[in-house]
Each structure stands twice: as structure tokens, then as C-alpha cells.
């Protein structure tokens, strides 16, 4: 869902730095070939996960839902060079197509991508993860969030994608018969009560929470 005017997205995304031509190619293959393309991060939302990358400089990336791989190449731009990303997805079916662009990227010898369970995976990485990204399946986002915040180092920074869910969180009927709208806002209220972290929810495309451990 989009927040803005149309209009306004528009001028936006011609104000912020272009894709690589790779990601180019990715995103118009996922639209092509994908099902569900809107799941991918996109233009806008990719460069602000590479500017965040930039800022922080990550040692170790965790990403939970790779999809077809163009968020985890947003965030490798902006990893140490000997850093490791490591992304987790629970679809084989997208790793062929995947494997290849990491390949193509020039990352992948940094990339470590599991296809598995994220719930079953991330209890046997030690971590620390200076930047973890969660875009996988909503009812596990306050779980998701149970297992990495204690591998996180302080000033880690942890994002979180679709925390609007195109405006139901603030639906009543939807807050209350939508299994996933009532897990993104359990999720959200979680995030606020928390002592460890402070938090900025960004109504970026569908809604991204940033989350700053203390």
C-alpha cells in the first residue's frame, strides 16, 4: 500500500539514487517470473536498507525472508568487506533464481544462505547481528524478535517490513478477525513496551519499523 500521493511517490523515488543495474534486472525479473512480486523490496525501501547498511557498516547481517534476493543485495552494499550476511528463507523453489544473482552480485562469498525454518535456524547462529532485516511471515515477527535481541550488540539496529499491512492495524474489523493484523500489531506494541530498544516506525511503502538497541 501506498501512503503517499502517487504523485508523490513518484518524485520521491526520481530524488533517491538509482538502483544498480543489477537490481534493476532482479526487480524486473520478480515482476516477470515471481509470484506475488509486490513482496519485493523495491526501488525506495532498497535504498534505504543500503543507506542504513552504509551507516552501520555491519560485521554480520541476519535476514529473515529472502524472497529473491534483492533486499539482502541492498544490505550487502554497505557490509565490511570481510563481513558475512546471512539469509534464511523457507522457499527452495527461489533458490536456483536466487543463487544466481548472489553469484552475479559479487557478494557471494560474504552470502550464507540457509533454506530452511527461520524458528528452527536462528536458536544455532551465535551471532552478534549488528543489522537484522525480518520480512517473512507475520505471525512470527514478535518470536522472530524474542530470538535475535539478545544477539545484538548495543547500537544494533533491527528492521522489520509490512508493519502497517496496508492500514489494517488500524482497523478494528481487521484487528480482530486477521490473524496477521493481530500479530503486526501485537508485534508493534511489543516493540514499544520494550526497555532494550527505541524505535521509529517509518510509513514507508508498507511500513517499516526501525528498532535501535540500547
Known amino acids: 500500500m501506498d501512503f503517499l500521493d502517487p504523485n508523490l511517490s513518484a518524485y520521491a523515488e526520481r530524488h533517491t539514487t538509482e538502483e544498480p543495474d543489477l537490481l534493476q534486472k532482479l526487480n524486473r525479473d520478480t515482476y516477470a517470473n515471481v509470484l506475488i512480486p509486490r513482496m519485493l523490496s523495491g526501488h525506495m525501501q532498497g535504498r534505504i536498507l543500503s543507506m542504513f547498511s552504509h551507516m552501520i557498516q555491519p560485521k554480520t547481517i541476519l535476514e529473515i525472508g529472502t524472497y529473491t534476493g534483492y533486499s539482502a543485495l541492498c544490505m550487502a552494499e554497505g557490509m565490511q568487506a570481510d563481513g558475512t550476511l546471512i539469509t534464511l528463507?523457507?522457499?527452495?523453489?527461489?533458490?536456483?533464481?536466487?543463487?544466481?544473482?548472489?553469484?552475479?552480485?559479487?557478494?557471494?562469498?560474504?552470502?550464507?544462505?540457509?533454506?530452511?525454518?527461520?524458528?528452527?535456524?536462528?536458536?544455532?547462529?551465535?551471532?552478534?547481528?549488528?543489522?537484522?532485516?525480518?520480512?517473512?511471515?507475520?505471525?512470527?515477527?514478535?518470536?522472530?524478535?524474542?530470538?535475535?535481541?539478545?544477539?545484538?550488540?548495543?547500537?544494533?539496529?533491527?528492521?522489520?517490513?509490512?508493519?502497517?499491512?496496508?492500514?489494517?492495524?488500524i482497523d478494528p474489523v481487521q484487528l480482530e478477525k486477521d490473524e496477521e493484523t493481530k500479530a503486526l500489531d501485537q508485534f508493534n506494541k511489543k516493540v514499544m513496551s520494550d526497555e532494550r530498544v527505541e524505535n521509529v516506525l517509518f510509513p514507508v511503502r508498507d511500513g517499516l519499523m526501525v528498532i535501535r538497541k540500547k
Open 89 to 169: 528463507d523457507i522457499n527452495e523453489e527461489l533458490e536456483d533464481r536466487v543463487r544466481k544473482y548472489f553469484v552475479e552480485s559479487g557478494f557471494n562469498n560474504n552470502i550464507d544462505f540457509r533454506i530452511g525454518n527461520a524458528m528452527d535456524i536462528i536458536p544455532t547462529i551465535d551471532g552478534p547481528f549488528d543489522l537484522v532485516f525480518i520480512d517473512a511471515d507475520k505471525d512470527n515477527y514478535a518470536n522472530y524478535f524474542d530470538l535475535v535481541i539478545d544477539k545484538m550488540p548495543s547500537g544494533g539496529i533491527l528492521i522489520a517490513d509490512n508493519v502497517l499491512w496496508s492500514g489494517k492495524v
